[in-house]
């Protein structure tokens, strides 16, 4: 599959992404909230009201993925305010990744990926 930048991605650097960064179901609602709305910089309260999901489990989940470079997280106050990465190379990854979702085919793949990564920890 061919992001707009014309970069392709190899299925098994989508599996790796999973395996690295989107190893969990919040964290994938997370990037895919994120790649829909990539100009938005907001805190943990609003994002999990946004995505439907608890907000001590979305905190949690921003956190971490601002430790593995998907988010960065800036201090507004007393808040955490994310926002996605500015890396035109992971944007691009990110791109692919939510497009390859709309196959049936991937899609079962990820889900199974994320389930056995999850059964390990």
């Known amino acids: 599959m061919q992001t707009d930048s014309g970069r ?14 989107v190893n969990t179901f919040i964290k994938w609602d997370l990037v895919r909230f994120f790649h829909d709305n990539p100009h938005v910089a907001n805190n943990a309260a609003n994002i999990a009201e946004f995505t439907g999901r608890e907000v001590n489990h979305v905190e949690s989940e921003l956190r971490d993925l601002a430790l593995r470079g998907v988010l960065t997280a800036q201090t507004a106050g007393t808040t955490q305010v ?13 791109d692919q990744f939510i497009r390859a979702c709309d196959n049936r085919d991937f899609r079962v793949i990820a889900i199974n990926r994320v389930i056995e990564g999850l ?3």
Do not use: S
């Open 119 to 121: 059964r390990k920890t």
């Open 82 to 94: 994310y926002r996605l990465a500015g890396d035109a190379e992971l944007r691009a990854l990110i």
């Open 8 to 21: 392709t991605y190899p299925t098994e650097m989508l599996l790796a992404f999973i395996d690295t960064k």
